[in-house]
């Protein structure tokens, strides 16, 4: 008598990008009109868009010369199917003073722009910390 088993699924799938996704390939052309008319609904139906210009995520913003992207990695839950996937940035930016910094954030699909957006769980390192960081623990990134 055999009895059946039911094989069980991972819970979480982690996809580690090589380029930057077409989800979080955000970077509008300010000038066209089709911008001009999502900037009008985005602040129609989204609260946040219209209290905080950051809300919406844009892979490039703060990063200038040579700064990259280290890590970019998708996380599908698996158990949950309604729920989009996020996405996981680990990037160097410049702030104020020319400053260098290590921005690693966690991106959520805003239901009500549709548009990846940071959530609060995100970090800002200086960077001569996150390379003693990274010489301590070799923390793995893209090139």
């Not at 001009?36 to 010369?65: A, D, V």
């Not at 199917?81 to 954030?105: A, L, S, T």
């Not at 970090?123 to 990274?134: A, E, G, Q, S, T």
């Amino acid at each position: 008598m055999k009895l059946a088993v039911k094989k069980q699924k991972q819970r979480y799938e982690y996809i580690f990008h090589q380029n930057t996704p077409e989800e979080l390939d955000t970077n509008p052309d300010e000038l066209s009109v089709e911008y001009e008319e999502l900037k009008r609904l985005w602040s129609e139906n989204c609260g946040r868009y219209t209290t905080n210009p950051n809300h919406q995520f844009h892979i490039s913003r703060g990063m200038i010369r040579d700064d990259r992207v280290f890590l970019i990695c998708e996380i599908t839950d698996n158990w949950k199917f309604d729920n989009p996937p996020k996405f996981y940035v680990i990037r160097e930016i410049h702030k104020q003073g020319n400053h260098k910094f290590v921005d690693m954030v966690e991106l959520y699909l805003c239901p009500n722009c549709e548009v990846y957006c940071r959530s609060q769980n995100s970090i800002v390192l200086p960077y001569k910390l996150w390379k003693k960081l990274n010489y301590l623990y070799q923390i793995p990134s893209q090139k």
